[in-house]
């Protein structure tokens, strides 16, 4: 391994462990900016409160995941179960597909910017997570071409054949007659023509 890649892995680390620690901080700023706002009567805070949720969790999710495998190294008869199927779809959730889901879920915090403001400030910390997720995406697909340029291997079921002659020179014979004689052939030739 290259300097310049261990040093790119190294950056990409600590680059994950930014977007995790931010998306946590942005989670906790949207709880405390959604109590706010429920406590003025907005309607607004009940929606940020939500949301709140739901970025709490999806930016914990990887303390619970090592919990998860914790419990099915205990038992593994658990991981036919229903739960860790669900659980297994939820981990499917990120990168890109959490940085859409942010951008989709900040909308409504730029509605009404006059009555609402610290909702803009928020707005603002989700979009931020969202572009983290998606530069964490783009890392990561560089890294998976960089794999498959190394290994190179590609399937193939069919034999490589090196020298194409020599394969026709075992199969064909050039002193070998033709099977069928040339008047046979012209006679079907003739008669598809009369059809």
Request: aromatic residues 12%; hydrophobic residues 45%.
């Amino acid at each position: 391994m290259s300097p310049r890649s261990l040093q790119c892995t190294q950056c990409m680390e600590y680059f994950m462990w930014v977007c995790r620690i931010w998306g946590v901080m942005t989670a906790v700023g949207l709880w405390g900016v959604g109590v706010e706002t429920c406590f003025r009567m907005e309607p607004l805070g009940v929606y940020l409160v939500c949301i709140a949720a739901v970025m709490s969790f999806l930016e914990t999710i990887f303390m619970f995941h090592y919990c998860v495998l914790a419990c099915l190294q205990q038992d593994p008869q658990m991981r036919h179960t229903c739960g860790i199927k669900t659980w297994g779809i939820l981990l499917k959730l990120d990168n890109w597909k959490k940085g859409i889901l942010y951008i989709v879920i900040c909308v409504p915090c730029f509605v009404q910017p006059h009555k609402v403001w610290m909702a803009i400030i928020s707005g603002i910390m989700v979009v931020i997570t969202a572009l983290f997720y998606f530069l964490k995406t783009i890392q990561g697909r560089e890294e998976d071409l960089n794999i498959s340029s190394i290994e190179n291997e590609t399937y193939d079921r069919f034999e490589v054949i090196e020298d194409i002659d020599d394969v026709f020179d075992d199969n064909f014979d050039s002193n070998d007659p033709l099977p069928l004689s040339t008047d046979e052939t012209l006679a079907e030739q003739e008669e598809i023509m009369d059809v």
